[in-house]
């Protein structure tokens, strides 16, 4: 199983500002192999360590998180304070024996420059098939580290009986 966070913004065709009736963000279908959890966020900046480690607690072999490249993130400084989380992250996943490697992060183009561009008047790039590699890409490495990652230890059946120690 794997958990992927994914930024709402990254990948998805531009916007004209301040809609009235706001939709559910357009995101590109990952096609996640085996089972798989997509949790879409606003900004993956807004992603804190508790969400990551509690996907691990909830059994997920592989988390990835899904982010807008630095140059093009619609919240400005959203990718690089993902990043510096998943820095901390990755040391406390080997301090406590998880292992570094379950944690992967990808970056896609952000919808930023197109937001503007559509503000503008200007037109606004599609995606096109470099995309379409890059999410193909994506996919095939996820699906690779499930196949050489390990069960996650802490996917064991938690729900059984606990035995107490006994002062005898």
């Known amino acids: 199983m794997m958990t992927a966070f994914v930024c709402a913004n990254c990948a998805r065709p531009g916007k004209p500002p301040a809609e009235a009736n706001r939709t559910k963000p357009d995101i590109p279908d990952f096609g996640w192999p085996g089972r798989a959890e997509q949790v879409l966020v606003p900004c993956t900046g807004r992603l804190q360590p508790e969400h990551v480690l509690r996907a691990f607690e909830s059994g997920s072999t592989l988390v990835a998180i899904v982010a807008c490249s630095e140059d093009n993130c619609h919240y400005i400084e959203g990718s690089r304070r993902c990043a510096r989380r998943v820095d901390y992250l990755r040391l406390l996943l080997k301090e406590i024996g998880l292992g570094e490697e379950r944690l ?25 098939a470099e995309l379409e590699a890059q999410i193909a890409e994506i996919r095939e490495q996820a699906r690779r580290a499930l196949q050489q990652l390990p069960p996650n230890p802490l996917a064991g059946d938690l729900s059984g009986p606990i035995e107490e120690d006994s002062d005898e």
């Open 104 to 128: 992967r992060t990808f970056s896609l183009p952000g919808s930023a420059s197109e937001d503007m561009a559509l503000a503008a008047s200007q037109p606004a790039a599609v995606p096109d």
